[in-house]
């Protein structure tokens, strides 16, 4: 754990240079048109038992529970970082696969949607290991490779869960040509999008793994800022340098230490 955390404050004072040398636009969050009576019309709704998403770690959306806390708190510093340099989309990736990546993007999704001054939308771009609709207790009527291969239209895949500025955009299936679905023009169209659509929308994408497979690095130019999540007691030193190597040049806005007695975030 203290290689880890030497590995990241080298990277961290590395960013934290590289942001005093850049000058950015400072985004204004309109308070005057809140979301509190948004209503999805034509996404699929779904109902979902607290007790089973408490069982997969999704938690944000209890506010009994004390561990909620640590993603309100995560919300807060996220947001700050993606306001003051007018960023609307977020990547959440990890080293490798179960490090808790999809379970951080998602409580961090719900966490964002209870703040009135924008709706999330969150995307399962793992086109490998699509799993966000798993933390939901729900199977997808369609995912995002349907969309991709041309079989039906994007407003059948969204889905609505019953957190009201929420909307979610699943996968269902795999595929082994990921990168290049990831790097295809109906991809980059779509990225756009759903980023331009609403200028409140906050956008963020679960990615597959840094270490596995090139999908992240093929598809992290599309997106604004970058979020590591890595695993106490599982990543190694060379996993967290490997990974920051890779991040270079991108908006690597922090780090969350997940499976640790305390959570460690590190923002830059």
Do not use: C
């Amino acid at each position: 754990m203290d290689r880890i955390k030497r590995a990241l404050e080298k990277n961290k004072s590395r960013k934290q240079q590289a942001l005093r040398e850049k000058v950015v636009p400072v985004k204004v969050v309109s308070k005057t048109n809140p979301h509190d009576e948004i209503e999805y019309t034509q996404s699929r709704h779904i109902q979902i038992n607290q007790n089973l998403l408490s069982e997969n770690r999704i938690i944000a959306g209890n506010r009994s529970d004390p561990r909620a806390t640590s993603f309100r708190l995560l919300r807060t510093q996220v947001l700050q970082s993606m306001r003051e340099n007018n960023w609307s989309s977020l990547a959440i990736t990890g080293p490798g696969v179960g490090v808790g990546k999809t379970m951080v993007a998602t409580n961090l999704a719900i966490s964002m949607s209870h703040e009135v001054n924008q709706t999330v939308l969150l995307v399962d771009l793992d086109l490998r290991r699509p799993s966000i609709h798993k933390n939901f207790n729900f199977e997808p009527d369609y995912g995002l490779l349907d969309y991709l291969n041309g079989d039906v239209e994007l407003q059948d895949v969204f889905v609505n869960p019953p957190f009201k500025r929420l909307l979610l955009l699943p996968g269902r299936g795999a595929t082994k040509e990921s990168s290049e679905l990831l790097s295809s023009p109906i991809m980059l169209d779509l990225v756009k999008e759903l980023k331009s659509r609403y200028e409140s929308r906050i956008v963020i994408f679960d990615l597959p793994p840094l270490l596995n497979f090139d999908d992240a690095m093929v598809f992290l130019p599309n997106v604004d800022s970058t979020l590591l999540v890595i695993e106490n007691g599982k990543n190694t030193q060379s996993d967290v340098q490997n990974s920051l190597r890779l991040l270079e040049g991108t908006n690597l806005i922090g780090t969350v230490l997940n499976k640790a007695d305390e959570v460690i975030r590190d923002y830059y």
